[in-house]
Nanobody, 125 residues
């Protein structure tokens, strides 16, 4: 499965953005999908993940109710709605699928794969 993240851009603090993760195959609907973010020189950090059915989700603590992950399997797409953006949310955002035998609830980037090209989100103060 190949993934492509899009929807990033330059916004001001307090604004909203919706990121899109699009997959190349309909089998995408079988996978748990996670969003991560990365800034230069730092490790990739977990943001959110959702089950294949979209019925279960979990988030990084720093999200604090500002972000919401959802999916539309008919469109092979997962979304990340980001509200009340902060300058510290500036990063390149990536989506990935949970690898076989990895545990639901993990936040380790090594447990995810099929990373596509990320999308840059820049939040100005």
């Amino acid at each position: 499965v190949q993934l492509q993240a899009s929807g990033g851009g330059l916004v001001q603090a307090g604004d909203s953005l919706r990121l899109t993760c699009a997959a190349s195959e309909h089998t995408f609907s079988r996978y748990i999908v996670g969003w991560f973010r990365q800034t230069p020189g730092k490790e990739r950090d977990f943001v959110a993940a959702c089950k294949a059915s979209g019925g279960g989700t979990y988030y990084a603590n720093f999200v604090k109710g500002r972000f919401s992950i959802s999916r539309d399997n008919a469109k092979n797409t997962v979304y990340l709605q980001m509200n009340s953006l902060l300058p510290e949310d500036t990063a390149v955002y990536y989506c990935g699928i949970l690898l076989p035998l990895m545990n639901w609830g993990t936040q380790r980037p090594a447990d995810f794969g099929s990373w596509g090209q990320g999308t840059l989100v820049t939040v100005s103060s």
